[in-house]
Structure formats: structure tokens, C-alpha cells
């Protein structure tokens, strides 16, 4: 028998067809879809007569452009709340589960179907979202497609797609404190560009990744996509399968065991070839933040930008120069004890509840500074009623935080949590594209650890110098 990646496992066993010199026919295990990208695939079925072909493997949530202040009231912005009712109307319509608003399971979609238990491993599963390589962290083949393919999904749960290169991406040793997954991802993708992963699905492996909590892994696998990537994935083990047993849509009892039997064999086989090999110490990664307008452009917070010098390539020289003159910095110049306006800790990158846990344990009995607006947007309903019943709105309250309802929020302003413009933001999302928080806005990614300490001291701070 032949060995195989676990991309290879996955990816064969969903086959329906191949098409000679051309992509294959994929069958999709579960089909996630929200109110920004799915109202034009509804349409294009209405307009040929389809029916959503398995409205069971199909599971809709309103996340985007949801308000996260007074839920209960009707949506103020028009478009936003003509977005949301469509989504409404279309499930009802073809019979497709529906998280909406003010249900107990709503959040963003990326975070309710792993903490629901929909996400499993051994699944390929598809979203209108870029950021569906979030639930690879299960050892699954997740990626975002575009409306088209959404239209395609929803009338026969197959998918046209080519596959992919592999590329392997090892991280050795152990991670250092203060260090979280997320500087583990900006570390990598400040390695490798925005562009290294193009054309290929990673998997992540090494004792590094091992040590992540699930939390963390999906975060890893959520900012895949930020290098080019079509996706990551890693592994399925122990912690993998502590994470999924009880929750709402798992397999129960001996159907759990039998499950987790199956799952034990998603691994790479030893001898397994990957197209590309990437190795990195975990001893070098400190906690991270970027300073560009890319994912890419980031650096260890103790460092300085670099400088004009350092980039040969003229291209990559004037995106440098085009970056730092809307962000207002300097090359060479230091980030650190910088000044910034917003704090913004939430998006399907960090709104979990790990991810407020821990900021709630940084801010516990301190004060955000004066010159800082703080708001915590929780990832789901979930997320904020575990909050909640654990007393961190209480703790957020004391120390000025804003706890928020569930939605996307400011990572992406399509909703009324905008930055406004010329404002720094630290936020955990996981883009600082122009603009992506608002008009003029001006990003610097970084971890929950990092965001939370900006937030006490009023600067961009070190969390490992923080007392």
C-alpha cells in the first residue's frame, strides 16, 4: 500500500470523479455558509428551479454584519439587515439549518461549528469564508470557496477543485512564555511571506504544535490562508479528541469510540513526500505584531522595522515604503512604548473562550489606560455565556473593557465596529489590509497576551515586561 500525507488520506477517499487533465469532482462533507456570500447562490437556484441538494450537511449563521450592542433590536444598518433577513428567508425557504440571531448557538461561523462538534476529523468542509482553514486544526480539509462555488455546493454537495501541492511546516522545541499560537502563525508568515504558501495545503507538525490546545491550533490553521495558502491542517490526536467528546453534534458513546478509532489513522504515513519542507526552531519565536499593511509585514515586538535597505526587490521595496506611509511610521523606527487608540480583542481568530480567559487573567484587578477604548467581542453565544457564568464580564467591567455580543465586530467593518480613521488599533483579528477596520484605519496584529497589556498601559507592550 502507498504512503500517503493525511492531505492525501482526506482529499482521495472524497473523490467522485477525476477529470482527465483537469480538477476533481470533490464531495463536501459539510457546507457552512453565512448572510455576506450566500443570497447570490440562492438566487442562481431559484433561477434554475434546484433544490439545496443536502440541506442537513449545510449549516447557516449570521455573524458578519451583525450589530454586537442591543442584538434583541432590529438591525439599524439597511443593507446589513437586508443581508441578514435574506439569509433568514432562504433557509426557511430549502429547509437549511439556520443559527440566527439571538439563538443559543449563533457566533461566527468558524468558531460555533468547532465548539458544536460539526467539525471533525477526516471531513472536507467548505465555507464562502477565506478563513474556513480554521477547522483543519481537527485534522480536516477546510478552504474558502467563492459565491459560484457556494451556488455549486448547495445544488449537488460536490465541489470542481484542483488539488493542491503539500507542504509541510514543522516547528521543533518548545514555545517560550508569553509566546501564544498566534505570534507561532506571525512568526511564520513573516518567514515565508504572504505569498509562500501559494499553491499548496500545510500541515503543521513538530512537538510545538503538538503542545497547542485546540484554541490554538485553530488559530494557527485560521491565518493559513495569510501566506497564500489553500489551507492548513494538523493532525488529529488526544487533546483533538478530549476537545470534541460531549459536544452538541459529536459522536456519543461507543459511536465516539469508534469514531476516535478511525480518526487514529489520519496521520502522515512515515515516508510520506511532500512537495515542501519548512522546519523552524520554537526557541526563536517571541511574541510578535505587525507594523504593514500585510500579515507578512511582521516583526518580534522588541525589534525595530526594517529598513528600506533590506529589501532588494523594488516591488517589495515600494509596498514597503506605500505600507509605512499609511501607517504613519518609519523604518527603523520601534514599536514598542508606541501610543494607540483601540483595543480590539475578538474575530474567528480570538474570540474563544481560551482567548478570554486569557486576557481576563492579565486585566484581573487593573485598569485599561485612559487614551485606550477596549472592546472584547466573544465568538459565539457560547463564548459569551460561558464568560459570563465563569463572572470575566465582571471582570472586564472593573478594569473598563467593553464586553460585547457575538459577530465578526471590528475585524472586518462591514457592521457598525469600525476604527476610525487615522486611529491605531491592536487588534487579535488576522488582517490589517487599508481600510479592512474602516476607512483609514490603521491595524497592528498581534495576540490576545499583547492586546491586553496595550490595553492596561496604553503603548504597545511586551507582555513578558508587563508587571
Known sequence: MAVKTLFDKIWDNHIVKTVNAGPDVLYIDKHFIHEVTSPQAFAGLEKRKIAVARPDQTIATADHNVPTKDQHLPIKD????????????????????????????????????????????????????SHTSTHGAFGAIAFGIGTSEVEQVLATQCILQPKPKKMRITIKGDLVKGVEAKDLILYIISKLSTSGGNGYFVEYAGSAIESLSMEGRMTVCNMSIEMGARGGLIAPDQTTFDYLQGREFAPKGKDFEKSKKEWLQLRTDEGAVFDKEITFDASDITPMITYGTNPGMGIKIADAIPSEKSFEDDSEKSTFIK???????????????????????????????EDLRTVAEIVAGKQKATNIKAFIVPGSKQVEKQAIKEGLDKVFEASGFELRQPGCSACLGMNEDKIPKGAYCVSTSNRNFEGRQGPGSRTFLASPQTAAATALTGVITDISRLN
Open 323 to 353: 505600507s509605512l506611509d499609511y501607517m504613519g511610521l518609519q523604518s527603523s523606527e520601534k514599536l514598542l512604548g508606541k501610543p494607540v487608540d483601540y483595543v480590539f480583542i475578538g474575530s474567528c481568530t480570538n474570540a474563544r473562550i
Open 78 to 129: 439597511a443593507l446589513s439587515r437586508k443581508q441578514v433577513e435574506t439569509l433568514t428567508k432562504n433557509c426557511e425557504r430549502h429547509g437549511v439549518n439556520l443559527y440566527g440571531l439571538n439563538h443559543p448557538y449563533q457566533g461566527i461561523v468558524h468558531v460555533i461549528g468547532p465548539e458544536l462538534g460539526i467539525t471533525q476529523p477526516g471531513l472536507t468542509i467548505v465555507c464562502g469564508d
